[in-house]
């Protein structure tokens, strides 16, 4: 490689790195992550420089270690192998092929780390299942679930070769991700990668406290007199306040005077890397004031306001109300009440959030990882006084999102910082930074009440839900509003009356997160399903198979769907194993099977929600489709692609992409609440059939001709004419869905498309210990149509994984687990085999009949395992995570 130097510095070491003699640079207590990646091996990652997530495996004289655990020291005279080295070789290309059939590289950013722990295992001899996780037990992945990546070790193991599926890569074929192979031999750029060598770095001055005052007299001066330039609120030079709704946003790029919750960003420092290195002390003295740290606080009399105009910290609320729910509950044969709580869960992508920026002219271009560049250009502008085309921003590869980076994060600091010094900046959070400064789930305490006829019938359902919304809005007014729409579950509720309100605390924002509030709501209202089921002798299955929602069915928000409701054929599907699975109530060890079902709304909830793509053919025949729905994992880019060469009539491989880049792609809008399929899909399917129709025009041939590609030939029939174009032939095409406005009490057509879901969870629980260990579960999901089963089976599996954390270990509490070593993930062994059940009730809106499915995935997985756990030891859990402490307490009550 370029890169290496063969040079030995006079205080530094040698290694041999990918074959060829390194110097390695820096101190010698540098870490070796760091010293390999600022040599430009940056297919080592960095999640955590702790030796908890594995990222940035690489072997060291065969064997693998967290290089963020080893100093350059340590390395003198080894041989060390990265992924970028070890790509070429026999094992590791296997590897990627397998990877790669296998979806077992999503976001990409724990790749390195597992193939190269992989390719270890492999070279000690073909291991068998159990070596491949304990080989692969030291990297964590956010995205997979990690099946996934086994079956992809285990096949490699096994030479199995799968065949390569239907090349047209059309709607329906498991083709590989177009952006896959890049993941797989380390060539994927994140948002840490990218930065020019000599860009200036930037430390950020944070509030240890939830609620503080501040003074920074001295900050410049300091800031000055070692060569650095300070910011602070009064540099910026448009608005500092920034937010994803605007009527609600409230969150200021550097607090003035006060600060709101702990990590709370008041300046920040700018200037060549060594001397930020260098910094320790900075002269900020903080204050600490009187804080309000959960809503009952932050409610009660004489709380300290957060935001004036807001009394009583209420940020917003939430209704909707069909029937008469109280009259109805009064004459319910049973009915179950239960009050639930959940804590916030923070995302943790294995890629802390990261970027770069640089002037270009009276410009400025960012590069990072975002769910949203046009929302980011626009708050950006805003930030800095300018219009919204004197800023681009163009997206990094993204290493997990799932809805932490739809807010700004790094870009509003990267953006001053290289406004105000004129030089490329770059910033990467460290990862108690990542944890404190970003948003997280919303903590939910809520109340219900459910009540059924005595044949099982429900009838009615109450529902408050109280949101910790933390110090800004973020998305808790699209949460206040979507749990009451969907707090019913996919079930006939003929009286219904649900409340929300999110309420402003001293914590961080909790925003959007895999579900908007809905994975919280669902966990109340399916316990509660299960008490009335129990109740009236009915299994759980049979219960909640006779109460969902049909086709012609009303919901609470009064939207009738003639077609596309597939939650009964979700729970159908799972009969067949409800019905066989193991269960044992007796003994220390108990086993027990616990189902639920959930639904989600895909898109913006009545609000507009467009998407545009823009395709061209050109005179040499190329076919390019300006995309902007960002990848983060989930497969928009394959997904898209496919369906627009579905409707142009072209092979996906000839499709040529221009990716998400605010200067080059249309707005396609976010990536969120389970709308890139079904909104960017369908706006992908009409630029296809336009293009098509103009090509088909041009070549005077009828609706049913073909289109061969590179030359842009057209045959109908007997006849064929070669096009030749001497001007790019240009469409663009938006798609937005048919929703509707709700009323005051909640009626309305939110959505035009919803996805369905129903888990069932095995479990197997010692009643000495409280532990609780998952030892299968079944997911059947409603997608309409899938555009690419590998892909959604991917996404299944990863959000499994989500709901199980949810559901047992995941707890962040501001200020002690903002590590990923007291913050707990899922690992490689918490994950048990995932049976994915598709199931294809086409949607007439989705494009060839697809829904979304990003947010339903975790929705049913943490209620399921709540219900198998009463069914193994009849505890009733109301609180989640459910950890040993809490099932033993629920063991006991019961008893
Ligand atoms: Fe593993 Fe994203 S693919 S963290």
Known sequence: MSVLKHTRPADGVVATVNGAPLALEGAPGRRLSAALRG?????????????????????????????????????????????????????????????????????GICTPGMMVAATAALRAGPPDDDAIETALAGVLCRCTGYQPIVDAVRDVVRGRHDPAPDDEGHVGASIVRLDGPKKCDGRERFGDDVAPAGALHMRIIRSPHPHAAFALEGLKAFAAARGLVALTAEDVPGENRFGVIPAFADQPVFAQSVARFPGEAVAALVGPADAIAALTDVPVRFEALPAATAPHEATAEGAPILHPGR????????RVSCGNADAALADAAVTATGRFTTPFVEHAPIEPEAGYARRTGDRLEIFAATQAPHMDREAVAAILGLADDAVRIVPTACGGGFGTKLDLSVQPYLALGTWVTGQPVRLAYTRKESMQATTKRHPADITATVGAAADGTLTAMTFSGTFDTGAYASWGPTVATRVPVHASGPYRVPHYTATSAAIHTHNPPSGAFRGFGVPQSAIAQEVLFEDLARAL?????????????????????????????GIAACLEALRPHFDSARRVTEGTVRRGVGVAAGWYGCGNTSMPNPSTMRAIARPDGKIVLHQGATDIGQG?????????ATALGVPATAVTLVGPDT?????????????????????????????????????NAGPDATIRVPALTIVDGAREQTLALTAPVEVSRTYDPPTEPLDENGQGAPYAVFGYAAHMAEVAVDMALGTVRVTRMTAAHDVGRAINPTLVEGQVTGGIAQGLGMALMEEYIPGRTENLHDYLIPTIGDMPPVKTLIIEEPDPHGPYGAKGLGEHVLIPTAPAILNAIRDATGARLTAVPATPDRVLAAIKAQS
């Open 636 to 644: 928009a880019n394959t997904v898209i692609t496919q369906i627009f």
């Open 39 to 107: 040599a430009g091996l940056t297919d080592v990652k960095v999640g955590c420089d702790a030796g908890d997530c594995g990222a940035c495996t690489v072997l060291v004289d065969g064997a693998p270690r967290c290089a963020c655990l080893m100093s350059t020291a340590q390395a003198e005279g080894r041989t060390i192998e990265t992924l970028s080295g070890l790509s070429a070789s026999g094992e590791t290309a296997a590897l990627a092929d397998a990877f790669l059939a296998r979806g077992a590289a999503q976001c």
């Open 537 to 565: 002798g009915i299994d759980g299955l049979t219960f909640r198979l006779k109460n969902a929602l049909r086709n012609g069915d009303t919901t609470v928000c009064g939207q009738t769907f003639p077609s596309g409701v």
């Open 663 to 699: 200067d080059e792609t249309p707005d396609a809008g976010k990536t969120s609440a389970s709308r890139q399929t079904f909104v960017s899909g369908n706006a992908a399917r009409l630029a296809g059939e336009a293009l098509r129709a103009e090509l088909l025009r041009l070549g």
């Open 311 to 318: 009394p009583g910290n209420v940020m917003c609320r939430g």
